[in-house]
């Protein structure tokens, strides 16, 4: 059974930046398509960004693009998302997930079936 562990979430004003960790239980993510998920209260949970392991293919949701960043540390298996210039409306759990190796652009998160804790992350304006 994976697990995923996620870090750095925290509270910051609009345009800071904040970089989300995720880390694994596995000894390599490179069997997976891994990417970050966010649910704001009351609202749905939405996709944010997603990449395979092998081949670095990466989609991001529009909201996002051009202002958060994934990357991988292949060597100790975990993944990071970097947020540059947060908006109030950033504000949500932050969830790391993963799925066996599939489309990066398939944003359903039923599809996914690992999923780490959620961490916090809260732009104030």
């Known amino acids: 059974q994976m697990t995923l562990v996620e870090s750095g979430g925290g509270l910051v004003q609009a345009g800071a930046s904040l970089r989300l960790s995720c880390a694994t239980s596995e000894r390599s993510f490179s069997a997976y398509t ?3 998920f966010r649910q704001a209260p009351g609202k749905e949970r939405e996709f944010v960004a997603a990449t395979s392991w ?3 293919v990466t989609d991001y949701a529009d909201s996002v ?3 958060f960043t994934l990357s991988r540390d292949t060597a100790n298996n975990i993944l ?3 947020m540059n210039d947060l908006k109030p409306d950033d504000t949500a759990v932050y969830y790391c997930a993963a799925r ?3 489309s990066v652009t ?3 998160p039923g599809e996914y079936r690992w999923w780490g804790q ?3 992350v809260t732009v104030s304006s």
Do not use: A, E, I, Y
């Open 80 to 82: 990071f998302l970097q």
């Open 106 to 108: 398939d944003h359903r």
């Open 118 to 120: 959620g961490t916090q």
């Open 34 to 36: 891994t990417g970050w």
């Open 54 to 56: 092998t081949g670095g």
């Open 65 to 67: 693009k051009g202002r």
């Open 100 to 102: 066996w190796f599939s």
